[in-house]
């Protein structure tokens, strides 16, 4: 990268560090990473390992998209590719979302039950009714004390390019200075009163069947929600295909299902969603 690009970012992330404890703090942030990779929409939250993500910002326009955003925060993070790579110990850095997606995402129907419907020519094969059309995902990493972790989430048109291999390298040259404008600009929505409380229903995740299905089927379960193939869980848990079909069949069996949206219908109601 030159200099005389390097040097385009200085005015408006000095800006943004100015800005971090001020109403427009989130519009100037914005604006500095704008200023390294175009992006359409973005949505920020903080995740932690005990309980529920905190909501930061959103850009996000239209009722359906806001309530997508809303089901997220309250409960379907819990199946959300991010937020699991983050406890399996993802490192702070840039991502794209389908490079941290399981090979069945879509299959979970987690955005079946978030209004979202299925096109072949999208990035993951699904579009959220009032986003626009033909999004790809870019994640923002970024480590935060106690453990803790925010993510911004970038979308982008993919007819207008989505994110190229040189905004990408743009995005992890400028990560630091993005992250460090992040914590200064969290640490000072913490301390306000109205910053969202997390619900820490994570345990409603590891309780989910928990009367009614052995320990494997749960794991099965668990598995078929968050969008493994069989091969997947088969893989993960070191079992035999059959075996995973096997146990697939007895948990629907036992809580009284016959296909992949009902169970995932019955996951949402245990969360009171």
């Given at each position: 990268m030159t200099e005389t690009v390097a040097a385009s970012w200085i005015a408006p992330f000095a800006h943004a560090l100015d800005r971090y404890d001020q109403p427009d703090s989130v519009s100037a942030l914005l604006a500095a990473i704008g200023s390294?990779?175009?992006?359409?929409?973005?949505?920020?939250?903080?995740?932690?390992?005990?309980?529920?993500?905190?909501?930061?910002?959103?850009?996000?326009?239209?009722?359906?998209?806001?309530?997508?955003?809303?089901?997220f925060i309250a409960g379907t993070y819990l199946l959300n590719p991010f937020y699991n790579a983050y406890l399996a110990g993802l490192p702070a850095g840039i991502y794209l979302m389908r490079d941290l997606a399981p090979d069945q995402y879509l299959d979970s129907d987690l955005y079946r039950g978030l209004d979202i419907r299925r096109h072949e020519d999208e990035e993951l094969g699904y579009r959220t009714h009032g986003w626009p059309e033909g999004m790809e995902e870019l994640?923002?990493?970024?480590?935060?004390?106690?453990?803790?972790?925010?993510?911004?989430?970038?979308?982008?048109?993919?007819?207008?390019?989505?994110?190229?291999?040189?905004?990408?390298?743009?995005?992890?040259?400028?990560?630091?200075?993005?992250?460090?404008?992040?914590?200064?600009?969290?640490?000072?929505?913490?301390?306000?009163?109205?910053?969202?409380?997390?619900?820490?229903?994570?345990?409603?995740?590891?309780?989910?069947?928990?009367?009614?299905l052995s320990p494997r089927e749960r794991e099965v379960?668990?598995?078929?929600?968050?969008?493994?193939?069989?091969?997947?869980?088969?893989?993960?848990?070191?079992?035999?295909?059959?075996?995973v079909k096997t146990h697939?069949?007895?948990?629907?069996?036992?809580?009284?299902?016959?296909?992949?949206?009902?169970?995932?219908?019955?996951?949402l109601r245990s969360l009171n969603l």
């Open positions: 390294v990779a175009r992006f359409h929409v973005a949505l920020s939250v903080v995740h932690r390992k005990n309980g529920g993500p905190s909501y930061v910002f959103d850009t996000f326009s239209g009722p359906r998209a806001k309530r997508a955003v809303q089901l994640l923002i990493a970024m480590d935060l004390p106690g453990g803790e972790m925010a993510e911004i989430s970038l979308s982008r048109i993919r007819s207008e390019g989505g994110f190229d291999e040189a905004s990408i390298a743009r995005l992890r040259e400028a990560h630091p200075m993005i992250a460090a404008i992040f914590r200064r600009l969290w640490a000072h929505l913490s301390r306000s009163e109205n910053t969202p409380q997390a619900r820490p229903i994570d345990h409603l995740f590891s309780d989910f069947g928990r009367d009614l379960a668990l598995l078929i929600l968050k969008g493994h193939s069989s091969e997947s869980i088969s893989y993960h848990l070191g079992i035999s295909i059959a075996t697939r069949q007895k948990l629907y069996a036992k809580l009284n299902l016959s296909t992949q949206q009902e169970l995932f219908s019955t996951f």
